[in-house]
């Protein structure tokens, strides 16, 4: 069986990505999930949660190491990237991290919702998007 430090399953109408209590996120593991979501479920249009609560940032997590991870998701997926993605955090270091990814892909056509509750967050992201009719 596949031993991953995080899992992708299907929950609520959208993609749930949670990372193992205590892991230390770096951007290689998340380049390591999108790429295994990507294989599972493609790329156009997808709604996903990505569950950080219980991980902290690996020491070096800061503004270069994110911008790689923007830089990544531009270089191969491009305007492709149509995601409506829901971040899940449980502190202020994720908060802030996860602010500074929302506000490094501003321009991009995706939506990127920070929440602290993970009801609000599937909540959020069943919604349908401005452009599809509906509130975001």
């Given at each position: 069986?596949?031993?991953r430090?995080?899992?992708?399953?299907?929950?609520?109408?959208?993609?749930?990505?949670?990372?193992?209590?205590?892991?230390?996120?770096?951007?290689?593991?998340?380049?390591?999930?999108?790429?295994?979501?990507?294989?599972?479920?493609?790329i156009?249009?997808?709604?996903?949660?990505?569950?950080?609560?219980?991980?902290?940032?690996?020491?070096?997590?800061?503004?270069?190491?994110?911008?790689?991870?923007?830089?990544?998701?531009?270089?191969?997926?491009?305007?492709?990237?149509?995601?409506?993605?829901?971040?899940?955090?449980?502190?202020?270091?994720?908060?802030?991290?996860?602010?500074?990814?929302q506000?490094?892909?501003?321009?991009?056509?995706?939506?990127?919702?920070?929440?602290?509750?993970?009801?609000?967050?599937?909540?959020?992201?069943?919604?349908?998007?401005?452009?599809?009719?509906?509130?975001?």
């Open positions: 069986m596949d031993q430090i995080y899992k992708i399953a299907e929950k609520d109408r959208c993609i749930l990505v949670e990372f193992q209590k205590g892991l230390e996120i770096s951007p290689d593991v998340i380049i390591e999930a999108m790429d295994h979501e990507n294989k599972l479920y493609g156009p249009g997808r709604h996903d949660c990505w569950d950080f609560r219980g991980c902290r940032p690996s020491p070096d997590f800061g503004y270069d190491a994110m911008s790689r991870v923007v830089e990544y998701i531009t270089s191969n997926f491009g305007g492709k990237w149509r995601n409506k993605t829901a971040l899940l955090v449980d502190d202020s270091t994720q908060y802030g991290l996860s602010r500074m990814f506000a490094l892909v501003d321009g991009y056509p995706t939506h990127i919702g920070i929440f602290l509750n993970e009801d609000d967050a599937l909540l959020w992201i069943s919604q349908k998007l401005d452009s599809e009719g509906e509130s975001q």
